[in-house]
């Protein structure tokens, strides 16, 4: 049995396992809370960026990369193309791995591609206020969503300049 909401949690330690774990007493399932994983993508096209405004929280009325959730039996590509499609709606290529965040704060380990947009036509999706391509330049520092989104872009002025792909880790 693993209904919905059927948890019932107790800490147990497990036979060969080190730590106390919140193990269901109805169904026996444990909760490890390991970090979840979100994809996204800096997406460029003729060298501009696209970034789209949130139109939800958290971040909301700031400006991020295409990037979220991935879901349940999904590929992190796949994830990251379905976001780019649901909030900015486009079709992108992905061509590689940029960089792989830990944020352990949120416990969210993030996979950022970097990708171009195949169709030039964008628009916002549903989760999106606004969706815009800006020259490097141009990049709105200070209303940036979320650090890891401040990260990538300023590491891609290093891969530009030579520095080799993937970008590991944010430590
Ligand atoms: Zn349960």
Redesign the pocket.
């Known amino acids: 049995m693993?209904?919905k909401n059927?948890?019932?949690f107790k800490k147990k330690k497990l036979a060969g396992d080190e730590h106390y774990r919140n193990v269901?007493q109805?169904?026996g399932?444990i909760d490890y809370g390991s970090p979840q994983v979100v994809a996204g993508s800096i997406v460029t096209y003729k060298n501009k960026f696209l970034l789209c405004k949130r139109g939800i929280h958290p971040g909301y009325g700031l400006w991020t990369l295409p990037s979220g959730f991935v879901e349940k039996n999904e590929s992190v590509e796949m994830g990251a193309m379905r976001e780019a499609k649901e909030e900015a709606c486009i079709k992108i290529k992905i061509k590689n791995i940029f960089g792989v965040y830990s944020i352990k704060k949120r416990n969210i380990i993030q996979i950022i591609f970097l990708s171009r947009i195949l169709s030039s036509f964008c628009k916002p999706g549903i989760e999106s206020l606004d969706v815009k391509l800006f020259k490097y330049s141009e990049i709105p520092w200070k209303k940036l969503a979320f650090p890891s989104v401040k990260w990538a872009l300023k590491r891609f002025k290093d891969y530009k300049n030579g520095k080799k792909l993937p970008f590991l880790g944010n430590d």
């Open positions: 693993n209904k059927c948890h019932k269901c109805l169904c399932y």
